[in-house]
């Protein structure tokens, strides 16, 4: 088995798409429109993707059946992670872009430098150094 995508159902798949390559300077890969409505679009991110759904499809593929993401209230308790060589310069711009921070930078007892902040549909989003091996 290989590990294949991350799903994130949002009301906004296009705005969502374009704050991830903004404040965090990922690149589009596939974007999926049907009848002038964009239902899904991914990110490029190495092996695996980031995928944005729509409401919608996640309705389809689901029913009612998740929780929804959203920029309120606690975050769902997962997260999406980043490395940088530079957490702080990286979290500042995802700020900028509109990200809320979470928790500014920090040293952690094993040396990994680790931020946290919420991308604006709501997904909670760790920005952290590489570990040494």
């Given at each position: 088995m290989k590990f294949g995508y991350v799903l994130i159902y949002v009301e906004d798949v296009l705005g969502t798409l374009a704050f991830y390559e903004k404040a965090f300077g990922l690149e589009?890969?596939?974007?999926?429109?049907?009848?002038?409505?964009?239902d899904y679009a991914?990110?490029?991110t190495g092996e695996t993707a980031i995928g944005?759904?729509?409401?919608a499809l996640g309705e389809m593929n689901l029913g009612e059946k998740y929780e929804r993401v959203s920029p309120k209230?606690?975050?769902?308790?997962?997260?999406?992670?980043f490395v940088d060589e530079d957490v702080e310069t990286a979290t500042n711009k995802a700020v900028e872009h509109g990200a809320e921070l979470i928790a500014k930078p920090i040293e952690k007892p094993w040396g990994q430098t680790v931020s946290y902040v919420r991308s604006i549909e709501g997904t909670l989003i760790e920005i952290c150094s590489p570990m040494d091996a």
């Open positions: 589009r890969g596939m974007v999926y429109e049907e009848e002038g409505v964009v991914e990110l490029k944005f759904a729509s409401l209230g606690n975050p769902v308790g997962m997260e999406l992670v």
